[in-house]
């Protein structure tokens, strides 16, 4: 008999794909979103009533599109990672149909959706995120994961408003440089759109656009085209609109992190200690309006 969670003592689902899971298993809620390959829905565990957020994959778009090894590697890399600000792995089951990843569910969902409603973000609430994801990826780092998508649709907000990074889609495990091709251009260091090696750097690339777009609302390279997106990364043009008011500690941070070479930029380290971070972020990362 497996063990199971008692009800009064509710626990996340078992680490590894084991043959406990099925479908049967959860109680299927409202759609949450939904991707290329499949659909996330909020679920609830019967015995543990622990709620989880259930992603749906297809076999067939896995096999359409050839993702197998992506797929696998997310799931690698996702189950390993025990960090605060990274979204859990709980487990996954399969059928012959799907392939189902047991989440763990954020209640506050997209912050790509606080920063539509929102336009732009107070630089208190900016430079905590900012905050969490230095302290996220520097343990990815660590651990020889670069990231390499990290957007605005993949973070997720906790009930008690912490920053999860999600999806693993396009990460990779590596301690070389790496070339390829990858992501929607907006977010993507010069080294990766121009296909050159790329390393850790490009996540920290990926912190200034994303304290830029934060702040401003907007990405910092954004245009009508994809070549001109491509242009924009290239020569770095980079201004700073005289509204919304932004700190000129917090444009000294971003224009320090989109510099062209990437040794150059600023390091995690330095990120969590710059002026503009230590004065507004809270350490906690909990941010409750
Ligand atoms: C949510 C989500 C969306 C997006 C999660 C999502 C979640 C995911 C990925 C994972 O109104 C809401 N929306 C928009 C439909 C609320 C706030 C309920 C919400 C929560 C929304 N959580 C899918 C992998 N875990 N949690």
Redesign the pocket.
């Known amino acids: 008999m497996a063990t199971r969670p008692e009800p009064q003592d509710p626990q996340p689902p078992a680490k590894t794909s084991t043959p406990q899971w099925s479908l049967d298993n959860f109680e299927i809620g ?4 939904r991707g290329k390959f499949g659909r ?1 829905y ?1 679920a609830r565990e019967v015995k543990s009533k622990y709620v989880v ?1 259930l ?1 749906v994959l297809h076999k067939k778009q896995i096999n359409k599109y050839r993702i197998h090894h992506q797929l696998k590697r997310e799931m690698e890399i996702q189950t390993s990672l025990r960090h605060p600000n990274i ?1 859990r792995l709980y487990g996954w089951f399969h059928d012959d149909e799907r392939i189902v990843l047991i ?8 912050l790509y ?1 606080l920063l539509r409603e929102k336009s732009h973000l107070p630089e208190k609430q900016a430079a905590t995120y900012i905050l969490s994801l230095a302290q996220a990826l520097a343990y990815c780092h660590e651990k020889h994961v670069i990231h390499r998508d990290i957007k605005p649709e993949n973070l ?1 907000l906790d009930h008690e408003g912490r920053l999860k990074i ?1 999806d693993f889609g396009w990460s990779v495990q590596s301690s070389s440089k790496r070339r390829t091709m990858c992501g929607t251009l907006d977010y993507l260091a010069p080294e990766m759109v121009e296909n050159r090696a790329h390393d850790y750097a490009v996540d920290n690339w990926t912190l200034g656009v994303l304290c830029y777009e934060f702040l401003y609302s907007t990405p910092p390279f954004e245009a009508e085209s994809q070549r001109d997106t491509f242009k924009r990364i290239t020569n770095i043009d980079l201004n700073f609109p005289s509204t919304p008011q932004v700190s000129a500690e917090a444009k000294h941070l971003i224009s320090q992190l989109l510099v062209k070479e990437s040794s150059k930029r600023l390091s995690l380290q330095k990120i969590m200690e710059h002026p503009w971070i230590v004065k507004n972020a809270d350490p906690s990362g909990i941010w409750n309006n």
Do not use: F, I, R
């Open positions: 409202k759609p949450l979103g996330v909020v957020a992603k979204l989440l763990e569910y954020a209640h506050g969902g997209e959706g997720l999600a």
